[in-house]
């Protein structure tokens, strides 16, 4: 199983980013993916989650409604458009892979099975 992250960048605060992370080898029927973030010297946390049957979504509170996640499933791909963005979102991203997750565990970085290997995003004031 493979998970590619990659979009990340150096943006303004304000401006805009789209990440990317693309599946493979891993048959996607009842996976859930989603998208945590890890700051220096904090906690990997939760950000934004997508049910690939379904497209059920779920976001933290500190960025409901600047960001969008979604998929396209020809490409086996999430993606994670992030508007509005502030210093405080700086954060290596992360994409994960779980299977079967019900709602209550979306926010879980344990229940996670696969991990990408991280894409930096910086926002600076």
């Known amino acids: 199983v493979q998970l590619q992250a990659f979009g990340g960048g150096l943006v303004q605060a304000g401006g805009s980013l789209r990440l990317s992370c693309a599946a493979s080898g891993v048959t996607l029927n009842s996976i859930v993916m989603g998208w945590f973030r890890q700051a220096p010297g904090k906690e990997r946390e939760f950000v934004s989650s997508i049910t690939w049957n379904g497209g059920s979504t779920s976001y933290a509170d500190s960025v409901k409604g600047r960001f969008t996640i979604s998929k396209d499933t020809v490409k086996r791909t999430v993606y994670l458009q992030m508007n509005s963005l502030k210093p405080e979102d700086t954060a290596v991203y992360y994409c994960?892979?779980?299977?079967?997750?019900?709602?209550?565990?979306?926010?879980?970085?344990?229940?996670?099975?696969?991990w990408g290997q991280g894409t930096l995003v910086t926002v600076s004031s």
């Open positions: 994960a892979a779980g299977r079967g997750l019900i709602l209550s565990t979306r926010r879980d970085r344990t229940q996670y099975t696969y």
